[in-house]
C-alpha cells in the first residue's frame, strides 16, 4: 500500500522536477510550526556515499528528500590524505550500479570524488550543500490525527505531520523520516597529553611536500599512520613512529606490509612500540615505553596521532538517540536500522561507533535499500538490538 502510494509520484525513473519539492524553510528564529509549509519524505543528513546512496533510493521510489551536507559533496573523501588510495575496487565503490570506471585496480581520491560528483549532478540530487546541521528536534506537538497520517506519502502535508525539525544555523527543515549518515571523519581520537593542541599537532594528515627536511612523529601503527610514514619518508622526512602496540597492526594492507617492514628493517624509519606519549611540546615530544617505563625525549618539528576517529554522538543524542556509553554504537534494528526513536535512521559508517574498521564504503552504502525497505514497508518500530 505505502509502495504503491509513493511510487505514484514518481514512479523509479522520475527525476527532480516530477514530484514536488517542498521548499520550506525560513530564518530559525521565527522558525515557528505553523509557518513551515511544507514537509519532506525523508531529510538526509550528510551527504557521503551512504547519504547519496539513501538520496538516490529516496528518488527512485519518488519520495520527496533533501540532502544536508556540511561541506563540498563527500566533503569526508575531500579531506581525506591528498593522495589516497582506496583498499577497494571500484565497483565496490559505486551507488545503484552508476559505473566506476578507471584504469586503476583501486581508486585515488581524486577518482572517487569525481565519481561521486557526476552521481549527484547525472541524477540531480536534491542536495544542500556547505549547510550543517545543528540538531534534530522531535516534533512533539504533534495530534494523534497528525500521528495517523504517518504513513501516507503526500509532500504537502501541514508541517505539523511533521516528526522532526532538522535545524541548520539559518534554517530549518521539516521532514516525516530522518536518515543519519553523518560518518566519523569529523572527531578524532585524542591522546589526552599535555600539548595536543600546538600549532604542529595535527589528528589529520594531509599531503607529504610540506614536511621534507623536517622530522616528523606518526603516533599509531594502523594504516592511516603507516601510509602516511611512508609517504612522508620517501618525501624527505625524517619519520617517527609511536605506537603502543607490539608492532605494526595485523590490519594493514597486506600490499603496504613489506614496504613498512623493510623501511623499519633498514632503519629508513624509526619505530618506538609498546609506546606511549606523555607530553608534547614545542619541537620534541616526550614518550615512554609501556613495559620499562623508560621516558624518551624525541625531536619533532610536527606531529600526528593518527589514532582512529569516533562519530558525532551529540547530534545523535539531540535527536534522543541511544548511544552506548563506551563503544558510541547508536542503539538500532540490525534489519531496518531504525533507531529507538520511531522514523529516524542511522545508515553508514555513523553506526558502528568507535569501531570504525566494521562499516566503510562497500557495506554502509547497502543500508539505503533496506532502510527504504522498510519506510516504505510502512511497519512501525519492532524494537532494537544493543550492538
Ligand atoms: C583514509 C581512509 C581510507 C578509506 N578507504 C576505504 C576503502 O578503500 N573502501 C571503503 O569501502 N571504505 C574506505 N574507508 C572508509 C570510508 O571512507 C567510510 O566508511 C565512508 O566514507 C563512510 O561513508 P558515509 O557516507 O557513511 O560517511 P562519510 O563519508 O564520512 O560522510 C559523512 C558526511 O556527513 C557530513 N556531515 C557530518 N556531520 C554533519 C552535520 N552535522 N551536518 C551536515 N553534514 C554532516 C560530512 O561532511 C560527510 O560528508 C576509508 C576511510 C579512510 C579514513
Not at 605494526?248 to 614496504?259: A, E, T
Request: aromatic share 10%.
Amino acid at each position: 500500500m505505502r509502495a504503491t502510494a509513493l511510487l505514484r509520484r514518481g514512479g523509479s525513473d522520475s527525476t527532480q522536477e516530477q514530484f514536488t519539492q517542498p521548499f520550506i524553510i525560513m530564518q530559525q528564529h521565527h522558525a515557528t510550526v505553523q509557518q513551515m509549509a511544507d514537509v519532506f519524505d525523508v531529510v538526509i543528513v550528510g551527504g557521503g556515499p551512504t547519504g547519496l546512496a539513501c538520496a538516490l533510493e529516496a528518488q527512485k521510489r519518488g519520495m520527496s528528500y533533501l540532502v544536508v551536507e556540511q561541506g563540498g559533496i563527500t566533503d569526508a573523501i575531500r579531506r581525506f590524505p591528498v593522495n589516497m588510495t582506496f583498499f577497494s575496487t571500484p565497483e565496490l565503490l559505486e551507488l545503484d550500479g552508476i559505473p566506476f570506471t578507471t584504469t586503476n585496480v583501486r581508486p585515488s581520491r581524486r577518482e572517487a570524488l569525481q565519481y561521486y560528483r557526476k552521481v549527484v549532478e547525472s541524477r540531480r540530487l536534491n542536495i544542500r550543500l556547505h549547510t550543517r546541521v545543528e540538531r534534530i528536534q522531535r516534533n512533539e506537538n504533534r495530534s494523534e490525527k497528525d500521528r495517523a497520517k504517518d504513513s501516507e506519502a503526500d509532500s504537502h502535508a501541514h508541517p505539523e505531520q511533521a516528526r522532526f525539525f532538522v535545524h541548520t544555523a539559518a534554517q530549518v527543515f521539516a521532514a516525516r523520516r530522518v536518515i543519519i549518515a553523518t560518518g566519523y571523519f569529523d572527531v578524532t581520537n585524542r591522546l589526552g597529553v599535555v600539548g595536543e593542541d600546538l600549532p604542529h599537532v595535527s589528528h589529520y594528515y594531509d599531503e607529504p611536500y610540506r614536511y621534507a627536511m623536517s622530522s616528523v612523529v606518526l603516533v599509531g601503527g594502523r594504516n592511516s599512520a603507516v601510509e602516511a610514514a611512508l609517504e612522508l619518508w620517501r618525501h624527505g622526512a625524517r619519520v617517527t613512529m609511536v605506537h603502543r602496540g607490539e608492532g605494526i597492526g595485523q590490519s594493514v594492507k597486506y600490499w603496504v606490509k613489506p614496504d613498512i617492514e623493510n623501511r623499519l628493517k633498514n632503519g629508513e624509519i624509526t619505530a618506538y612500540f609498546s609506546s606511549i606519549v606523555r607530553e608534547i611540546r614545542v619541537g620534541e615530544l616526550v614518550i615512554e615505553h609501556l613495559h620499562t617505563h623508560e621516558c624518551r625525549t624525541i625531536q619533532a618539528d610536527f606531529v600526528f596521532p593518527l589514532i582512529g576517529y569516533r562519530p558525532d554522538e551529540h547530534l545523535l543524542r539531540s535527536a534522543g538517540v541511544e548511544v552506548h556509553e563506551r563503544t558510541l554504537v547508536p542503539y538500532y534494528h540490525p534489519e531496518t536500522f531504525e533507531t529507538n526513536v520511531q522514523g529516524l535512521y542511522i545508515a553508514g559508517s555513523v553506526a558502528c561507533g568507535c569501531e570504525t574498521w566494521t562499516i566503510f564504503i562497500e557495506n554502509g552504502r547497502m543500508h539505503a535499500k533496506l532502510i527504504f525497505d522498510h519506510i516504505c514497508s510502512n511497519k512501525n518500530f519492532v524494537g532494537f538490538e544493543h550492538l
